[in-house]
Each structure stands twice: as structure tokens, then as C-alpha cells.
């Protein structure tokens, strides 16, 4: 296949801007919250805690709005028997960021946590820190992966460049600025990502729709003409599959670091849910024209294109339909515009989710759990370390693994069945304690596993009520393939199961213990009756108490980050019912 010389000096010139971004970025603020004691490691995870709206709002939007967001979308617009009524991604995202600026970022940005894996191990000990570690890493591993994927197909439809050396290049170019930045060059760079992404697709979208093969959007919609309405429909079989997965992405998108990596990074808690609403806001903004994408390949008939017969629902390219629109139904140099957004997409979730999985690793397991006497030297080598090693992985896993977002669509469902049930509990339930949480890891866990996972031929062993036997025929072999889908909402039932064996758990052996009824010898995570029981059961709820949280488990906390800091943890308004909440209030009093 001929390169694209066009294609490929427009993807050499954005690469560039955003190399340039990133170390302008990381330049411009190296000694941002490291003066007065702050430490250079959380400067990296939480940007010095300064971040304003502009920059803030643009790269809260951009935790959501990647590669996978807007072709995702664009994709269940096109695909026959979907449309946009399955398309939910852009309406439970942005009722997640609504939700989470609601209920869930004034209090974790007001107890000045570093990370969201933080209030776990305060309440439940690193062990059980570490657990939920797992699930929180997998799913930001798997999606860099997924997105960095899907980023090699596009190149090779556009440009037709390798896909391996496309996406060893942006991999590099994100973990690299990621590494010299930290949450500064992820953030600035999501400016200048968005605008792109925004200014390819719409400059895109009025050539794909002028052109001559393409079906009037509007009769399309609800008529068929080359296949059945792009509007699409929920059959009733099909709502309460439908309200699950549409659950699953309003409150399974918020326990996620890279979403809390943004909120903790406010310059204050007020500031913190301001973010989540301006965020989403954007990401409806930003689905907009891969919908409408979406539209025009649903309304295309393609023998008038240089795509050809058969479409590409039929060759199973349903998956690169935004790409293929902008290839074959715009003109060359317009499709290099958009080509230029699809990159955008991918590298500003990549180096948010590569930055939140060694922010974790570094903070929650190296320091907390393994060698709380780290220096912040070294705390940042080990940072450095693990994002080159997650982005790596992840990049390793894009060139490797056929079945990435079947991976991600099962570490997606862990944070919702196994994280959120966690993060409730731990924020606004009392009393709460490890051996509830361990319960409610292990019961979400198996009943989740229990239902199967179509998309890795995982088969079911627990059959929900509603289960059928489908039938999947590869356009192209004509091989079929049988699956079970589960139509009960198994995903949420095993959310709550998770949440409520939590609590039931923890009130159970705090009642065996402290009557007597099992001796305290056989208390082995000293939960209920250690020397500390009586701090653990009794601030258990973050939200509302009159008392400070002291994070004796937990190395110090350096909260002293800028003059912009200046009265936010004594806000009245903030922390009006909390007493006195000092930086002091979170170091260690050993």
C-alpha cells in the first residue's frame, strides 16, 4: 500500500504540538506545589492541587471523550439493530460526571486524599488496599490498550502506515511527555487534544454529509433504506439489558482514578464538582458529531464509494466506521483533519489512564504498603518506572491481544461490581470494616465472573433468569458461533449483592467480636477489636462526622501546595460540620 505523503507530514506536525505541549507544560510548572514543604511526588499525581476551570474542565472532559468514546459511538449509531438508542456511552458518562460532582468529589477533594485508593486503605489496611488495586489497574491497563488499538486501525485506514509502528510511536510520545510532566503535561495537553478533536470532526462532517451517495440523515433516521434505521429501538426483551448496561456506565464511571485524579487536583472541593458538571456538559458536546457520523454511514450506500460492496457492517468492520467515513466520503486533505482528532482522542485517554495506574501503584502499594519510609526521590523514580512500564504493557497488549476490548468491557464491570459498592461504603456508610469488605470483593466477584462474558468466549455458570441462547454468523467465514446472553441485569444485582454483603458482613463480625461470642484471637485483620477499633468503627463515615480523620496507617501527607491552596481545607463552606481540618490534621501523629 502507497503512503499518504499528506497524511503522514499532518500526523508528524500534530505529534510535534503535542510533544511541545507536554514539556512546555511540564517546564512551565516544575516547581508548582514542590515549595513549603510540598513534595515533587504528588505534584506529579495531582498537579500541585491548583488546576483552574479552563484547564480543569478541558481535561475532566477528556477523561471520558477518547479514542474508544467517539468511535464507540460512532459505531452503535451504524450498527443495524442498534442505533442511537443503544449508543449510551455519551449520556451515562456525562450523568456520571454528574453524579460524581454531586455526591462523591466535594468529600474526597475536601479530606485532601492523593488518590482514590486512599480512604480504602485508611478504613480497611493495605492488604485490602492492594486488593482493589487489582480491578482499578486492570481497568485503566486494558483501556489504554483498547484505545491504542483502535489508533493503529485508524492510521492503517487513512494513512496506510503500519498499524504496529503507529502505535509504538503515540505510545511513546504520551508516555514520554507523562514522564517529564505528570499531571501538568496530561492536563495541557488535553487542551490542545480537545480542540483538535472537536475542530477534525466537525470540519469533517459537512463534506461527508454533501456527498453524493449519502441518504438525506433525516429520512434515514427513522426509514429504511440501505439498512434499518439508525435511530434505532429497545425491544422489551431487551430493557432491563438495556437499564444495566446504562447503570453500569453512569455509576461504574466513577470510581476511577483518572476521573478522581482530576478531582484532587482542584484547587478546591467547590472547584472539584464545578469540574464534573463543566465536564459533562462537554462530553455531550463532544459526541455530537460522532453521531452524526455514525448517521451518515448508516445512511450511505456504499457500491457509489471507493469503499465498495459490501458495507462495512458486513466485512466486520463496524468498529472503524468513523475512520472509513472520513477515508471514503471526504475529501483527502479534510480526512487528515480528522484523522488528527481520532489521535487526539487516543492519546489524551492514554496518558490519563497510564499517569492514574502508576500514581497508585507508586502511592497506594510501593509507599503505603511496602517502604512507607520512602523519600519523595524516590517515590518519583518509582513513578517513572511503572509509567513506562504500564505503557509498555499497555502497548504490548495493543499489538498483541485480539480480544483488548473484550478484556476492558470485564475490568470496566469489575470497578462498577467490586469498586463502587467499596467507595459507598467507605464514604458514607459507618461502621463498615475489612471482613465486609473482603465479603463484598468476594460476592461481587464470583456473580459477576458467574454470568460470563460473550466477548472472550468466557462461558457463563451462573444462569440469571432470561437467559437465551444467541447466535453469532461471521459475515465473511460463515462460521456460527453460539453464546448465552444474560437479559436479567446481573451486573447491577451483583453491584448491590457486593454493597450489601459489605455491610452485612461488617456488622455481623463486629457483633460476634465485641459480644464475646468469638474470641478476639480469631480477629486476624485486627478490624474490630485491635487497639484501633474503637477510631475504625467509630469515623467510619467521611461525609458529616464532627471529628478529623487521622490517617494513622498512612505515610504523611504533604498538603502545603501554593499560594492558591490558601484557606482551602479551613473553607467554612466546605467543611462547615468537620471541625478543625488543617494540612496537619492528615500527617501521621507517631
Known amino acids: 500500500m502507497a503512503i499518504h505523503a499528506e497524511g503522514l507530514v499532518a500526523i508528524v506536525v500534530f505529534y510535534v504540538l503535542i510533544l511541545f505541549v507536554g514539556i512546555w507544560a511540564a517546564w512551565k510548572n516544575k516547581n508548582s506545589g514542590v515549595g513549603d514543604g510540598g513534595e515533587r511526588s504528588e505534584s506529579i499525581m495531582v498537579g500541585g492541587r491548583d488546576i483552574g476551570l479552563f484547564v480543569g474542565g478541558f481535561t475532566m472532559t477528556a477523561t471520558w471523550v477518547g479514542g474508544g468514546y467517539i468511535n464507540g459511538t460512532a459505531e452503535y449509531v451504524y450498527l443495524p439493530?442498534?442505533?442511537?438508542?443503544?449508543?449510551?456511552?455519551?449520556?451515562?458518562?456525562?450523568?456520571?460526571?454528574?453524579?460524581?460532582?454531586?455526591?462523591?468529589?466535594?468529600?474526597?477533594?475536601?479530606?485532601?486524599?492523593?488518590?482514590?485508593?486512599?480512604?480504602?486503605?485508611?478504613?480497611?489496611?493495605?492488604?485490602?488496599?492492594?486488593?482493589?488495586?487489582?480491578?482499578?489497574?486492570?481497568?485503566?491497563?486494558?483501556?489504554?490498550?483498547?484505545?491504542?488499538?483502535?489508533?493503529?486501525?485508524?492510521?492503517?485506514?487513512?494513512?496506510?502506515?503500519?498499524?504496529?509502528?503507529?502505535?509504538?510511536?503515540?505510545?511513546?510520545?504520551?508516555?514520554?511527555?507523562?514522564?517529564?510532566?505528570?499531571?501538568?503535561?496530561?492536563?495541557?495537553?488535553?487542551?490542545?487534544?480537545?480542540?483538535?478533536?472537536?475542530?477534525?470532526?466537525?470540519?469533517?462532517?459537512?463534506?461527508?454529509?454533501?456527498?453524493?451517495?449519502?441518504?438525506?440523515?433525516?429520512?434515514?433516521?427513522?426509514?429504511?433504506?440501505?439498512?434499518?434505521?439508525?435511530?434505532?429501538?429497545?425491544?422489551?426483551?431487551?430493557?432491563?439489558?438495556?437499564?444495566?448496561?446504562?447503570?453500569?456506565?453512569?455509576?461504574?464511571?466513577?470510581?476511577?482514578?483518572?476521573y478522581f485524579q482530576r478531582v484532587l487536583s482542584a484547587s478546591s472541593a467547590t472547584y472539584a464538582q464545578v469540574l464534573s458538571f463543566l465536564a459533562a456538559f462537554g462530553c455531550l458536546v463532544m459526541a455530537v458529531p460522532s453521531v452524526l457520523i455514525g448517521a451518515i454511514g448508516a445512511s450511505t450506500d456504499w457500491n457509489q464509494t471507493s469503499y465498495g460492496s459490501p458495507p462495512p457492517k458486513d466485512k466486520d468492520q463496524s468498529d472503524m466506521i468513523l475512520p472509513i467515513v472520513l477515508q471514503h466520503l471526504c475529501p483527502p486533505y479534510i480526512s487528515f483533519f480528522g484523522l488528527g482528532a481520532v489521535s487526539a482522542a487516543v492519546m489524551s485517554s492514554a496518558d490519563s489512564s497510564i499517569l492514574s495506574a502508576s500514581s497508585m501503584f507508586a502511592r497506594n502499594i510501593y509507599q503505603l504498603a511496602f517502604r512507607q519510609s520512602a523519600s519523595d526521590r524516590e517515590i518519583v523514580w518509582v513513578m517513572r518506572?511503572?509509567?513506562?512500564?504500564?505503557?509498555?504493557?499497555?502497548?504490548?497488549?495493543?499489538?498483541?491481544?485480539?480480544?483488548?476490548?473484550?478484556?476492558?468491557?470485564?475490568?470496566?464491570?469489575?470497578?462498577?461490581?467490586?469498586?463502587?459498592?467499596?467507595?459507598?461504603?467507605?464514604?458514607?456508610?459507618?461502621?463498615?470494616?475489612?471482613?465486609?469488605?473482603?465479603?463484598?470483593?468476594v460476592f461481587g466477584l464470583l456473580l459477576r465472573i458467574g454470568g460470563g462474558e460473550?466477548?472472550?468466549?468466557?462461558?457463563?455458570?451462573?444462569?440469571?433468569?432470561?437467559?437465551?441462547?444467541?447466535?453469532?454468523?461471521?459475515?465473511?467465514?460463515?462460521?456460527?458461533?453460539?453464546?448465552?446472553?444474560?437479559?436479567?441485569?446481573?451486573?447491577?444485582?451483583?453491584?448491590?449483592?457486593?454493597?450489601?454483603?459489605?455491610?452485612?458482613?461488617?456488622?455481623?463480625?463486629?457483633?460476634?467480636?465485641?459480644?464475646?461470642?468469638?474470641s478476639h484471637k480469631y480477629d486476624f485483620l485486627d478490624a474490630v477489636v485491635s487497639k484501633h477499633s474503637k477510631e475504625i468503627m467509630d469515623k467510619t463515615t467521611l461525609v458529616g462526622n464532627h471529628d478529623n480523620i487521622i490517617l494513622s496507617e498512612m505515610a504523611p501527607v504533604n498538603q502545603t501546595l501554593g499560594p492558591s491552596l490558601a484557606g482551602t481545607f479551613t473553607n467554612t463552606e466546605i467543611l462547615s460540620d468537620d471541625g478543625p481540618s488543617s494540612p496537619d490534621s492528615f500527617h501521621n501523629d507517631d
Not at 437465551?468 to 456460527?480: A, S, Y
Request: proline fraction near 5%; hydrophobic fraction near 50%.
Open 81 to 258: 439493530g442498534n442505533g442511537l438508542a443503544w449508543a449510551q456511552a455519551p449520556f451515562g458518562y456525562a450523568l456520571s460526571l454528574v453524579v460524581g460532582g454531586l455526591f462523591f468529589a466535594k468529600p474526597m477533594r475536601s479530606r485532601g486524599y492523593v488518590t482514590m485508593l486512599d480512604p480504602f486503605q485508611q478504613l480497611y489496611g493495605e492488604r485490602m488496599g492492594g486488593l482493589l488495586f487489582i480491578p482499578a489497574l486492570m481497568g485503566e491497563i486494558f483501556w489504554s490498550a483498547a484505545i491504542l488499538s483502535a489508533l493503529g486501525a485508524t492510521l492503517s485506514v487513512i494513512v496506510d502506515i503500519n498499524i504496529n509502528m503507529s502505535v509504538v510511536i503515540s505510545a511513546l510520545i504520551a508516555i514520554f511527555y507523562t514522564l517529564v510532566g505528570g499531571l501538568y503535561s496530561v492536563a495541557y495537553t488535553d487542551v490542545v487534544q480537545l480542540f483538535c478533536i472537536f475542530l477534525g470532526l466537525w470540519i469533517s462532517v459537512p463534506f461527508a454529509l454533501s456527498n453524493p451517495a449519502v441518504t438525506d440523515i433525516g429520512i434515514t433516521a427513522k426509514e429504511k433504506v440501505y439498512q434499518s434505521p439508525w435511530l434505532g429501538k429497545i425491544e422489551s426483551e431487551d430493557t432491563w439489558l438495556w437499564v444495566d448496561n446504562f447503570c453500569l456506565l453512569i455509576l461504574g464511571g466513577i470510581p476511577w482514578q483518572v
Open 385 to 441: 518506572f511503572t509509567i513506562f512500564v504500564f505503557g509498555a504493557l499497555a502497548t504490548a497488549m495493543a499489538l498483541l491481544t485480539g480480544s483488548v476490548y473484550g478484556l476492558w468491557y470485564l475490568s470496566s464491570d469489575l470497578v462498577y461490581v467490586i469498586i463502587f459498592p467499596q467507595l459507598l461504603s467507605v464514604l458514607f456508610v459507618k461502621g463498615t470494616n475489612t471482613y465486609g469488605s473482603v465479603a463484598g470483593y
Open 454 to 518: 460473550p466477548y472472550l468466549k468466557l462461558p457463563p455458570f451462573i444462569f440469571f433468569p432470561g437467559w437465551v441462547q444467541q447466535e453469532r454468523i461471521h459475515h465473511l467465514t460463515g462460521d456460527v458461533e453460539h453464546f448465552i446472553q444474560q437479559r436479567f441485569p446481573f451486573k447491577s444485582v451483583s453491584m448491590v449483592a457486593s454493597f450489601l454483603a459489605n455491610v452485612v458482613f461488617s456488622y455481623l463480625t463486629k457483633y460476634l467480636f465485641e459480644s464475646g461470642m468469638l
